[in-house]
C-alpha cells in the first residue's frame, strides 16, 4: 500500500468523494471484506459490496485475498494507498495556470502554483511508476516564528536572494543531457486549530 497516491481521473475522484466509500477507504488502510466492514460504517453487507466494488472499479481499493467459507468466498481488500490527493486534473478545464497572473505576494497565485505542482508531481509519480524508476525529488518543510512584519518581509528579501543566486550558479542551459527541474519556494502563514480533533473551523493566523 502506497503512502498517498494521486486521483487524476474524474470517475475515479467523484468515486472518492462519496461519503460512505470515503469512510471505507479509511477503514481499509487495513485488510477487510464487505462482512467486516459493514458493521464498521452501518451498511448491510450487500450495500458495503456494492461500494466496493465502486472503488475496486476505480483503482481505489485492491484484491488481497480471497477466503472459503462453506458455500461462500470472502474477497478481502485493502485500499490502496493510506491517503489520497485529488489532482487539479480532475478539473483540466478550470485548473489555475500560474502563468496568468504572476504575483509573488498574491495568495491565490500560491495557491496556483500549489495546484500545478500537484498535478505535475502526480503525473511524474505515474510515469515513473510505469518505467519502474525512482522519480528524483526533494522538498523543506519548516516552520518560523517572525518577530515582526519587517522581519518577515527582510527574510523573504533575502531568501529570493539566495535563491536567485543559486539558480544563476547551477542553470546550464546548453548542458548535454540535462535536465529541468521546476523549483517553487512558498512562504505564508501557519494554520492555528484551537481544538485539533472537533471538528472546528481552521483558521489562518498572522503572526505579526
Known sequence: MLEVAVIDDPAAAEASL???????????????????????????????????????????????????????????????????????????????????????????????????????VGDLITGATAAKQRLATFAVDSEIRFASAADRAAFAEELSSAVKGLVAKYHDEHAPGGRRHRLIVALHPSLTRPIAESGATVTAKSEE
Open 18 to 120: 462519496d461519503p460512505i466509500r470515503t469512510k471505507l477507504l479509511a477503514a481499509l488502510t487495513e485488510p477487510g471484506s464487505a462482512s467486516t466492514l459493514a458493521a464498521q460504517v452501518g451498511l448491510t453487507r450487500q450495500k458495503a459490496n456494492y461500494h466496493l466494488h465502486a472503488l475496486e472499479r476505480h483503482g481505489l481499493v485492491e484484491l488481497v485475498e480471497e477466503r472459503r467459507k462453506g458455500n461462500v468466498t470472502e474477497r478481502v481488500l485493502q485500499a490502496t494507498a493510506a491517503s489520497y490527493v485529488i489532482s487539479p486534473r480532475v478539473l483540466d478545464a478550470v485548473a489555475p495556470d500560474p502563468g496568468r497572473a504572476p504575483d509573488q505576494l498574491s495568495a491565490r497565485w500560491l495557491l496556483a502554483l500549489a495546484s500545478r505542482l500537484v498535478r505535475e
